[in-house]
């Protein structure tokens, strides 16, 4: 992360390279396939798998990744040898917990993890990749065009901004915030029972203990640690899951969520600490295109 954010000096390559034939178009997203099972350079066995008749098109986001994703400083140059395993794949198992067809945001998604991955396995979601720094937005829209993801569009806020403005069925996240803090970001910008998926880390169970005042007075129901890709990718990847109440980010008596430190249970809110109001009503399920 050391350039820093502004107008981007370079767009981006045009892509020859092992996908020489360029992006697809449409909406399949099945790109070019390894030709006789053969997988580029860097990608495990279990990437084929995952990614199937897509995998041609994760290959140009991994090449896109590791060249000016890397030297934009968007990923430490440390991650390009570790690509696959730990951003791609880690990412790309997240889909079996998608429903399709959907609406989904990818809050704070940075060069596109998990929203660009999700984009290109399931063609059937509309993902909206919604982050705040101009430079990761150029990145981000530069790949959405090269990519041919006709299924995702880019936003530029932060969740607090948006949150009234954007909303979808799904919301995920990953390296955001903890989730004390995450939960009322991405209520926020949840349909009414939508589900928030967070891709977290070992300590997951222990930010879910931490968090469970938060989540308990934001109305979040459902609550889990999940594993996904468990016997296909390991590590499988750990996401904390839980749906939205069916009123948005509304908590009974209390205005309207935001994202603040935990209250110890049992003690009483103050005006302005966990829960805030923003006054005013916020209106029912609301379009993620044509607004803000
Ligand atoms: C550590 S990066 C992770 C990026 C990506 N999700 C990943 O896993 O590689 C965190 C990202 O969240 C964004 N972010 C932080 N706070 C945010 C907020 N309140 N709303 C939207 N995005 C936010 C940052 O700009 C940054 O791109």
Known sequence: MSAPDGPLAAP??????????????????????????ELPPGAPPAAAEIFGPALGVAVRYAELLAGPGVERGLLGPAEAARLWDRH????????????????????????????????????AVSVTL???????????????????LGNAEVRRGRAEEMAGRLSADVVTARAVAPMYK?????????????VVLAI????????VSRAR??????????????????????????????TAGQVRGKVPGRGVVGGDEPVPSGRRLARGSAVRSRGGPRGGARSRRGRG
């Open 12 to 37: 981006l390559p045009a892509g020859r390279s092992w996908t020489a034939a360029g992006p697809p178009s449409g909406d399949s997203h099945s790109g070019d396939s390894p030709s006789g099972g």
């Open 88 to 123: 791609l794949l880690n990412c790309g198992v997240v889909a079996e917990l998608v429903p399709s067809p959907c609406s989904l945001i990818d809050l704070g998604s940075g060069a596109g993890l998990p929203g660009i991955v999700l984009a290109i396995l399931l063609p």
């Open 130 to 148: 919604l982050e705040p720094m101009a430079r990761r937005v150029a990145f981000l829209t530069e790949c959405v065009q090269i990519l041919g």
């Open 182 to 194: 995450l939960a009322g970001l991405a209520i926020g910008l949840a349909n009414p029972g939508g």
């Open 200 to 207: 977290k880390g070992a300590g997951a169970a222990a930010e």
């Open 213 to 242: 005042p938060v989540l308990n007075r934001l109305g979040a129901r459902d609550v889990e640690v999940l594993h996904a890709g468990s016997g296909r990718v390991n590590p499988a990847a750990t996401v904390i899951r839980f």
